[in-house]
C-alpha cells in the first residue's frame, strides 16, 4: 500500500522511526550504550569543530570531492546523460571511509579509546582499521571464522593496519554471529566503547547517524551537476542496496524533490525464487533484525535466512529502516539484478569506460538495462566502490567468457 507520510522522508521521528520501520530494540543491557550516542550525536555533529574536522578529514585524508565523471560511451549506449559519482576513488576503494571517519571523530569526542566493529566481507573492517591506524585507538573486528578464511587479503589488511581481528566460532560462522560477539563486546565495555556499524542499520540513532555522514555524497552531487548541466536535480539517481548506505548518501538531498526518481538496486543472487538470493524487498516481511524494525528475510517463524548474492557487501538479510519506508512509501523505485547480471554490468563498464566497478555497484549500473530513458535525462549512479577485492571472481567469470567466445567463433 502507498501512503503518503506527512513528515520528511529524511528525518526520522524522536523514537528513529521512518513511518513505521527503525526504532531501537535493544537488551537492556545494551540501553546506556545506545542512550549515550542518541543523546549526544547530533548536538556532536553539529558542533562547529566537529565538522571542520570532519570536511579536513575527508578531503586530505579521503580524497574528496570524488568526481562526477561524465560517461559519454555509456551514455550513448542508453540514450540519456549519464554520470558516475565516483566514490571508487575515496582512500580504501569504497564510500564505506566516509561513515568511518564521522564515527571516528564522534568516538573522540564522546572520550571513547576502544573501537569495536564486525565485517562479512571485510571492507567495513579493513575501513574501521584505517580510522583507528589514524587515530591511534584500539580497534577489534569481529568477523565470522568462515568469512576469515575466506576474505584473506582484508584480514592481513586489518592486521597490517593494526587491528585485532577476532574469528567467532559460533553459530554459522557468518556476519550474523560476528554481530551478535560485538554487541556482546560493547554491553561489557560501555565506558570506553564505541561501536562502528557500517551501514544504515542498527538501532536509532545508527541509520540516521550513518545516512547524515553519507549525505556527502549528493550534497557534492548536487553542486557538481550545477556546474556542469546548469541544473542540480538529475532525472535519476541510481545505487545498490545492501544494507543501504551508499543509496543513503546519493539520495539524501533529492529525497524531498519528488521529481527526481530515486532508484535502488538490490542483489536478486541466482534468482529471486531460486532460494539463493538477497532482495530484501522482494523477499522480506515486517521483522526486528540488528536492533530496528524493517523488511527482513526471514521464515514465517521469524528465523532469519541465509542470504545469497555473488557481491559480500549486499549479502544481508535485510535493509535499513530509511530504505524499507522509501519502498514502502513508493518514494524508490527498488529493482534487483542477478549474480550473472550484475557481471555482465560490470564487464559492460570495464569495457566502455576502463572503470573496473565492485561487484555490489555492478547491481546498480544493471538498472541501466531496466529502465527506459527520454534523450533529455540526466541520470547518477552511485559508482560506490573500486572492483580490485572482487577481481578473483572477476577472472573466474572472464575465463568462462573467453571459453564462451572461442567455441562462438568456431
Ligand atoms: C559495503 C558496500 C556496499 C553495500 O553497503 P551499503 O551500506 O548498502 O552501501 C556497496 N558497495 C560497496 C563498494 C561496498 O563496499
Known amino acids: 500500500m502507498v501512503t503518503k507520510p506527512a513528515h520528511s522522508y529524511r528525518f526520522p521521528d524522536a523514537r528513529g522511526f521512518y513511518g513505521e520501520f527503525g526504532g531501537a530494540y535493544i537488551p537492556e543491557m ?3 550504550n545506545v542512550e549515550e550516542l542518541r543523546s549526544r550525536y547530533l548536538e556532536i ?9 570532519f570536511r579536513l578529514l575527508l578531503s586530505d585524508y579521503a580524497g574528496r570531492p570524488t568526481p562526477l565523471y561524465r560517461a559519454e560511451r555509456l551514455s550513448l549506449k542508453y540514450g540519456a546523460t549519464i554520470f558516475l559519482k565516483r566514490e571508487d576513488l575515496c582512500h580504501t576503494g569504497a564510500h564505506k571511509i566516509n561513515n568511518c571517519i564521522g564515527q571516528i571523530l564522534l568516538a ?12 562479512g566481507a571485510g571492507q567495513h573492517g579493513v575501513a574501521t582499521a584505517t580510522v ?8 577489534v573486528v569481529y568477523m565470522g571464522a568462515k568469512d576469515v578464511e575466506r576474505q584473506a587479503p582484508n584480514v592481513a589488511r586489518m592486521k597490517m593496519l593494526g587491528a585485532k581481528v577476532v574469528p567467532v566460532t559460533g553459530g554459522s560462522q557468518t556476519l550474523k554471529d560476528a554481530t551478535n560477539e560485538a554487541i ?4 561489557s565495555h560501555p565506558e570506553d566503547t564505541h561501536y562502528i556499524i557500517g551501514s544504515v542499520v542498527g538501532p536509532h540513532p545508527y541509520p540516521d547517524m550513518v545516512a547524515r555522514f553519507q549525505s556527502v555524497i549528493s550534497e557534492e552531487m548536487k553542486i557538481q551537476l550545477q556546474e556542469q548541466t546548469g541544473r542540480s536535480k538529475p532525472d535519476y539517481v541510481i545505487a545498490c542496496v545492501g544494507g543501504g548506505s551508499n543509496a543513503a548518501g546519493a539520495f539524501y538531498h533529492f529525497l ?32 526486528i533484525l540488528h536492533g530496528s524494525k524493517s523488511l527482513v528475510m526471514q521464515t514465517s517463524e521469524g528465523q532469519v535466512v541465509e542470504p545469497h548474492s555473488i557481491s559480500a557487501g549486499l549479502d544481508y538479510p535485510g535493509i535499513g529502516p530509511l530504505h524499507a519506508h522509501l519502498f514502502q512509501t513508493g518514494r524508490a523505485q527498488f529493482l534487483y539484478a542477478t549474480d550473472d547480471e550484475a557481471l555482465a554490468a560490470a564487464f ?21 538495462r531496466l529502465l527506459h530513458f527520454r534523450k533529455e535525462d540526466v541520470v547518477v549512479i552511485c559508482l560506490s566502490g573500486r572492483g580490485d577485492k572482487d577481481l578473483a571472481t572477476y577472472i573466474r567469470h572472464l575465463d568462462k567468457k573467453q571459453t564462451g ?5 568456431r
Do not use: N
Open 108 to 119: 573522540e569526542k564522546l572520550g571513547k579509546k576502544r573501537i569495536i566493529a564486525e565485517t
Open 256 to 287: 524531498e524533490e519528488e521529481q527526481v526518481k530515486l532508484i535502488a538496486v538490490e542483489a536478486a543472487g541466482e534468482g529471486i525464487h531460486s532460494g539463493r538470493s538477497a532482495a530484501t524487498t522482494q523477499l522480506g516481511t515486517k521483522g
Open 184 to 187: 556482546r563486546d560493547w554491553i
Open 405 to 409: 567466445e572461442t567455441i562462438r567463433k
Open 132 to 139: 583507528c591506524a589514524l587515530k591511534g585507538l584500539e580497534c
Open 348 to 368: 559492460e563498464l570495464a569495457e566502455l569506460e576502463g572503470i573496473i566497478p565492485a561487484l555490489e555497484t555492478a547491481h546498480a549500473l544493471h538498472a541501466l
Open 45 to 53: 555533529m553539529e558542533d562547529e569543530d566537529f565538522r571542520r574536522m
Open 30 to 32: 545494551l540501553y546506556r
